[in-house]
């Protein structure tokens, strides 16, 4: 069965600054790995996913996330944060059959100015 | 475009009574599903729909829960006899593909409150 651990349950950034976001995941074949935002009282929106092919995947609102096999690891990163940001970020795998989303238990991001 | 809608946004219950949460997906969208967001449990997979039938059921918590889509479009989920662990938020999202490259599109979540 799929599972995603999302280490840092809160993390404060100063606005400008870099920012890294980890996820690890378990399955047992080849993943489809997704990072999702939800500010405050919204729904969740895709930032980006990974399906094959390149391991480095763009997404918007200038985020990116590394897929590592050895690691298994599915990163988030950003080189500049802004203050619009700040919201709560979810990393999910899903199945190749039905895309049933496991979450892990998403990660609390604060930017301080 | 129109995006996948949920209704109510809020409802209130006593324990005991039965609610019915809407979902309208994206038109054309032929997969759907629900998941339910709580404090202690996180974000939670409860049903998949492809076109109307349910070849998924596994995270319904318990037979209190079920989910009926119709005409390859709307989707309701009941839930019978409220009881307090219920209340979270109820999301719905749908996506155009039935593999595991469909995206989802999730909508705003109903907040149900049992009293």
């Known amino acids: 069965a799929q599972s995603v651990t999302q280490p840092d349950i809160h993390i404060t950034v100063s606005e400008g600054a870099s920012l890294e976001l980890r996820c690890n995941y378990s399955?047992?074949?080849?993943?489809?790995l997704f990072w999702y935002v939800q500010s405050p009282g919204q729904g969740l929106q895709l930032l980006l996913k990974y399906f094959s092919g390149d391991t480095l995947v763009q997404g918007i609102k200038g985020f990116e996330a590394e897929f590592k096999r050895s690691q298994s690891s599915f990163n988030l990163r950003k080189p500049s944060v802004h203050w619009s940001d700040a919201a709560e970020y979810f990393c999910?795998?899903?199945?190749?059959?039905?895309?049933?989303?496991?979450f892990g238990a998403g990660t609390i991001l604060r930017v301080k100015s | 475009g129109a995006g996948v809608s949920q209704s109510p946004s809020n409802k209130v219950t006593e324990k005991g009574k039965d609610v019915e949460l809407r979902c309208d997906p994206i038109?054309?969208?032929?997969?759907l599903y629900w998941y339910r967001q709580s404090l202690g449990q996180g974000l939670e997979f409860l049903i998949y729909?492809?076109?109307?039938?349910?070849?998924?059921k596994s995270g319904l918590p318990s037979d209190r829960f079920s989910a009926e889509r119709t005409g390859g479009s709307v989707s309701t989920l009941t839930i019978q006899r409220t009881q307090q662990e219920d209340s979270a938020v109820y999301l719905c999202?749908?996506?155009?593909?039935?593999?595991?490259?469909?995206?989802?599109?999730f909508g705003p979540g109903t907040r149900l409150t049992v009293t």
């Open positions: 038109s054309g969208h032929t997969a």
């Open positions: 729909f492809q076109g109307n039938s349910a070849p998924d």
């Open positions: 999202a749908s996506s155009p593909h039935d593999g595991g490259e469909g995206e989802q599109y």
């Open positions: 399955y047992g074949a080849t993943p489809y």
């Open positions: 999910a795998v899903g199945a190749w059959y039905g895309n049933k989303l496991v």
